[in-house]
């Protein structure tokens, strides 16, 4: 019988504080979605689309230090599930407390587009900056004229904040 990984020889503590990072971080979200609807129909379709997109490997990394814990694929799931219905009860508590604390609702605004910018800056620039071919750079200025382009597309005319509410 080999050594016990460190992982596994804490009884799985790390998985479980990944899974409790990962569920406020989930509330979280739930909570900057319903915001961004709260304002507009765009922003928020905006805002869920960001949030899903690195939602997708962030769930996908999770499962992997799951299982990496010593949990096993059926349970790793179950707790990745259970963490992520905590953006849903985000969502909730910000429909009904938005409308209390309108004047939050700039802040986490704010919020938002900064977890993006987080995210980009963080996640995706060290691995842009690795791909040096004049083809991976064109790309690159393609995507990201194209994800400057949606987000311009998705601001109301004018610039002017549509008047959409929680109710």
Known sequence: MGMPTT??????????????????????????????????????????????????????????????????????????????????????LAHWALPAVDGAVPV??????????YVAAADLMPGLRQRTHLAATAEQVVLIGAGVVSIGRGAPPGGARADVSVR
């Open 7 to 92: 992982a596994t020889a804490n009884g799985g503590r790390s998985g479980m504080l990944v899974m409790l990072g990962d569920t406020f971080h989930n509330f979280v979200d739930g909570v900057l979605i319903a915001t961004a609807f709260s304002q507009d129909l765009s922003l928020g379709l905006i805002t869920a689309a960001a949030i899903i997109a690195h939602e997708i490997p962030q769930e996908l990394g999770d499962f992997a230090v799951l299982i990496h814990s010593g949990l096993s694929r059926g349970r790793a799931l179950v707790f990745n599930l259970f963490s992520s219905l905590a953006m849903g009860a985000g969502a909730l």
């Open 108 to 117: 986490l605004l704010a919020l938002a587009c900064a977890s993006m910018l």
